[in-house]
């Protein structure tokens, strides 16, 4: 591995399993001193002692701000520094529109939501010039599923969010940009991609053939991260296979969704 992020501070929320956990140890193994932030601290704390000594824990809630504010002091006292901030914690929650809780709808919105905005600002504000916020979106901000409104509609809340903050943090010499995963092979899509009946199908509409891993992602915000992004602000990559671009067609020249094509 390359030392391209040697002693710089960072912080990855949603740190304990999945992409998180893939972001935290993609930059550990190129130098970073990584505080790693989640809600599950026993999760966290199992996670982090496979890291070393450059990665150390902290718990709380994205929702919080003070949490937020102790995992960037974290940084601070760790690396000296917080150089990057990676908003990744997020949550989903499936069920039809008209059975969406009050209480169901406000917890997506403040982790997906606030939970980006309290890691952008918290971090931010302490950040010299240079720095860089990196924020986790989802392809469901631009192509919607049944039951996740919640879900879809906070993604596009962040999306929006990127771009108008990376108008305010311009002054200020901080970039901000944003990853937009499809289904990634990680615990919040298993109800997708081990479903022996779904699965198969709705790998059909990804051109690529596979679904997301972890690393895919990981990669995607290190480069986001590093300099050869450093004239990108306020954008959003799209990392889903091709999953998004259309529809593809199987081996036979069908429709991959069983639906007839163009007859005109």
Known sequence: MSNEFEGQGVVVSGAAQGIGEAVARYFVARGALVVAFDLDGDL???TTSSMGSDAVAVSGDVAVRADVKRAVDACLEHAGSIDIMVAHAGIADVRPLLEVTD???RRVFAVN???VFLCTQEAARV????GRVVV???TNAIQVEENLVAYSASKGAVVTFVRAAALDLARHGVRINAVAPGVVNTRIARWVIEDPVLGP???KKIPIGRFGEPDDI???VGFLAGPAS???TGQTIILDGGQTLGIPLDDDGNRSDNLPGDSS
Do not use: H, I, K, N
Request: hydrophobic letters at 35%.
């Open 44 to 46: 966290l704390e199992r």
């Open 103 to 105: 209480e169901q709808w």
């Open 113 to 115: 939501v606030d939970g």
């Open 127 to 130: 950040m010299r010039p240079g």
């Open 136 to 138: 986790t979106a989802s």
């Open 201 to 203: 199908e709705y790998l």
């Open 218 to 220: 990981a990669g995607a």
């Open 230 to 232: 450093s004239y990108m």
